[in-house]
């Protein structure tokens, strides 16, 4: 359900640019458009946190995942800008309900499994969003409109769905709660973390093929290079990101992943050519990839909440970024330039270098 979710993401953000030139949006309209989505992740907020107590997290992430990959595909009807932005804020509304349960239902697993295996779950996520941005470059590559590609996207979900879904844990609906529950002072640090991470992180899905595009001026069949190359070496950091920080310790790791992000996207600002770009953007790929999972497993041991109550504050904390960033982008890039957006998501890369050091963890 992780390859899933991320493999309908990934086949969305590897056609952004596509659906721009399309519809004939600015960068400064398409930021506009994109900010759709958090909206309908707010929307989706108080639904999902009440939906979860009723129906169960298996249940939830069923429909959620559904809803998702059909939105998906409706997508590619869009004609217009008005029935974009529709599109969105249901895809945005069904993204955050398949994030709570499909992480409700890791931590489970993570139980019965008896070790961290947490990191790992992203890291399939992370290893479809890889699968969907090649998926993507070869669709570009061959003239493939988004709505054809994205219906078997969706018909793959669907198939996938019916095959696995008898393999969640059945998890008895709680007894009704709070919608959201106010993170502590440490889970409101650790949640800033990965905040600004995701920021780095959504930047790069929705951006990074228009940035190969606009200012590295890359050839339409290597357009999504760099969107691969980072959802490669970001699957690939987060297969090792249990070891490694168990090695050198949580607080270093944040502390280099950070630096690692900003050193990569300085890189890409300052030398916009492809050899170089490439480079820069497979060090943002290492940089991100153990943030939200690190952050994730640290949260998980909280002294004042449950480890589900914590992580899902955690991680409506972070996946705001994560839809704030790029419609954030988009207006700096109308009002000066993409290359000066960019800039800006450097110094979050230093913020989570700066944050890590002053939380105690």
């Not at 399939?124 to 078997?152: E, N």
């Not at 490439?278 to 998980?300: D, E, H, I, M, T």
Request: proline share 4%; glycine share 10%; hydrophobic share 55%.
């Amino acid at each position: 359900m992780f390859f899933m979710t991320g493999l309908c993401f990934a086949s969305w953000a590897s056609r952004i640019a596509t659906i721009q030139q399309t519809l004939k949006l600015s960068d400064a309209a398409l930021g506009g458009v994109l900010f759709s989505l958090p909206v309908g992740l707010i929307c989706s907020l108080p639904f999902s946190g009440w939906i979860i107590t009723r129906i169960g997290s298996r249940n939830l992430l069923i429909a959620s995942l559904t809803i998702y990959c059909i939105t998906l595909s409706v997508l590619g009807l869009c004609t217009n800008t008005i029935q974009l932005i529709c599109c969105l804020l249901l895809f945005g509304f069904a993204s955050n309900a398949v994030n709570i349960s499909v992480n409700t239902q890791a931590v489970a697993a993570e139980e019965m499994y008896g070790r961290p295996i947490l990191a790992s779950f992203h890291g399939l996520w992370s290893l479809a969003g890889f699968t969907g941005a090649a998926i993507g470059t070869f669709m570009i590559g061959r003239g493939i409109v988004p709505l054809h590609h994205f219906v078997m996207i969706m018909l793959v979900v669907l198939l996938t769905i019916v095959a696995t879904s008898r393999f969640l844990k059945f998890d008895k609906p709680a007894s009704a709660g709070p919608a959201f529950v106010m993170p502590d002072k440490s889970l409101i640090k650790l949640g800033l973390i990965a905040f600004c991470s995701m920021i780095c992180e959504g930047a790069m899905f929705d951006w990074s093929v228009i940035y190969f595009k606009k200012v590295v001026l890359a050839p339409q069949e290597i357009m999504g290079l760099g969107y691969t190359a980072f959802m490669f070496t970001m699957a690939t950091g987060r297969f090792v990101a249990d070891s490694f920080s168990h090695r050198f310790g949580l607080k270093r790791t944040l502390q280099l992943s950070g630096m690692l992000t900003a050193t990569g996207l300085a890189i890409a600002v300052i030398f916009p050519h492809i050899y170089t770009a490439l480079g820069g953007f497979l060090l943002v790929g290492f940089g991100v990839s153990s943030v939200v999972p690190l952050v994730y497993s640290a949260a998980g041991k909280s002294k004042t909440m449950s480890p589900g109550v914590a992580i899902a504050a955690v991680s409506t904390i972070a996946f705001m970024g994560f839809l704030v960033g790029p419609p954030v982008i988009g207006f700096i890039a109308g009002a000066f330039s993409l290359r000066a957006s960019f800039t800006l998501i450097a110094l979050m890369g230093v913020c989570v270098t700066a944050f890590s050091t002053k939380a105690k963890i």
